[in-house]
């Protein structure tokens, strides 16, 4: 069965400093992964996903991440971090009929 | 636009009481999920539907039941079997393929009185 692990249940950075959110994952088959980001009291929004092709991923808000084979990663980034930033993110692989989470990371950032 | 709409965002449940969480979407989607969210726990899977009368319970079912009457909605009902009901409740839908996201509600956030 598919597995999602994130380091780090919080990470701390300033605002514009780089961010650097960690997943790995295991998966017996070519994965589909995603990244998901939580503001208070509100649902899960898309913020971009791997399927198939180009390894590295563009998503929205200037967020970006790179699927890695040979390391089982899917790392979650962004040059300069905002204020608006702050919130809970969630790394994702698809099983079959269904999507697995990772216990999240939040994501604090200091003016 | 389309999307999910969960009601009520905020319910309060009696002790001994049945209380239905509703879910609708309107994005022709055939799969639907339910979800529990504590603090620190991320996302735990409640039950699922892969089509219209047809659901499977996930990794946390007992003390709840759900029922798949309509391709766009997907009540969840938290009954009184439920011994620790207080946490955020997230529904969400998709399209049936592995490369497809899931698209989540805003929630419902159970407490008890």
């Known amino acids: 069965a598919q597995s999602v692990t994130q380091l780090g249940s919080h990470v701390s950075v300033s605002e514009g400093a780089l961010v650097l959110l960690r997943c790995n994952y295991s998966s017996s088959v070519p994965p589909y992964l995603f990244w998901y980001v939580q503001y208070p009291n509100q649902g899960l929004q898309l913020l971009l996903k791997?399927?198939?092709?180009?390894?590295l991923v563009k998503g929205i808000n200037g967020f970006e991440a790179e699927f890695k084979k040979s390391e089982t990663s899917f790392h979650l980034t962004k040059p300069s971090a905002h204020m608006s930033d702050a919130a809970e993110y969630f790394c994702?692989?698809?099983?079959?009929?269904?999507?697995?989470f990772g216990s999240g990371t939040r994501l604090l950032v200091r003016p | 636009d389309g999307g999910i709409t969960q009601s009520p965002k905020y319910l309060f449940r009696k002790e001994g009481q049945n209380v239905t969480l509703s879910c609708e979407q309107n994005l022709n989607h055939d799969a639907m999920y339910w979800y529990r969210q504590d603090p620190g726990q991320g996302l735990r899977l409640i039950y699922y539907?892969?089509?219209?009368?047809?659901?499977q319970k996930g990794d946390i079912a007992e003390g709840y039941s759900v029922s798949r009457e309509k391709k766009e909605s997907f009540p969840l009902t938290v009954t009184s079997a439920q011994k620790n009901p207080t946490a955020f409740y997230l529904c969400a839908s998709s399209q049936q393929a592995l490369n497809q996201p899931q698209h989540f509600g805003d929630g419902t956030r159970l407490s008890i009185l």
């Open positions: 994702a692989v698809s099983e079959i009929y269904k999507l697995i």
């Open positions: 791997y399927t198939t092709g180009a390894t």
């Open positions: 539907s892969q089509i219209v009368n047809d659901f």
